[in-house]
């Protein structure tokens, strides 16, 4: 690692002592973020994964009643439906904080399911239909949010451990190799000072 091209003074000692604390401190301090960061993200992973069982679950319910009140009432009834049916969905955002960071996330406010199978033409179990459907909104909404945290929280993985990387590799050996540099030159110019010293004393003595 190349040192630093400055001149070996005492103050220049100081001053590359001082940043390779604070670097040193630095390193430590984005480690342990790091390593927060990860434990965070495959926690939420772990989230993603339960969150896809549930929505596969869900698809593998609601669709087939969809494909059941298809055949037994038709489409045109089913649209009929479908259009007699008002919800309002109310969606919201919310900060969440993980890791130490705050994210934005959604919230979809499900509004209260009426009931419709007792109007005039609608089929029975069209209110079942819509409670499966809710049900997939409600983890569907949920999905995007967690996905969203995952990613900003790998792309911050990925922006810390370069910092990590360049403290490690670059930044703290090259101040090490300078203080080392400059240490040895001043230590070679102390030596030279007490020779000097002593060889004026010593001609100082001879005469």
């Known amino acids: 690692m190349a040192r630093l091209n400055i001149a070996p003074t005492k103050s220049n000692l100081l001053s590359i002592k001082e940043q390779l604390q604070v670097s040193t401190e630095g390193y ?12 965070e993200l495959m926690r939420i992973v772990e989230k993603i994964k339960l969150l896809e069982r549930e929505i596969d679950k869900c698809i593998a319910k609601a669709y087939p009643a969809l494909k059941n009140m298809l055949m037994a009432v038709g489409g045109d009834r089913v649209e009929r439906i479908a259009h007699a049916v008002k919800y ?20 979809v406010n499900l509004p209260k399911r009426e009931l419709f199978s007792s109007m005039l033409g609608t089929f029975a179990d ?4 819509m409670k499966d459907f809710f049900e997939l909104l409600s983890l569907l909404t949920q999905m995007a949010s967690i996905r969203t945290i995952a990613w900003r929280l790998a792309l911050e993985v990925k922006k810390t451990q ?14 090490r190799d300078t203080v080392k540099y400059i240490e040895s030159v001043l ?11 002593k060889s004026l004393k010593n001609r100082q003595g001879v005469k």
């Open 162 to 175: 370069r910092r990590v990387n360049a403290l490690d590799k670059m930044v703290i050996p090259q101040a």
């Open 126 to 129: 069209s209110d079942e239909v």
């Open 187 to 197: 230590e070679e110019r102390e030596r030279d000072n007490v020779f000097v010293l």
């Open 28 to 39: 430590d301090l984005l480690e342990q973020k790091r390593e927060i960061l990860v434990m």
């Open 88 to 107: 309002k969905f109310d969606i919201t955002k919310k900060p969440v904080v993980v890791g130490g960071m705050t994210f934005t996330t959604i919230d």
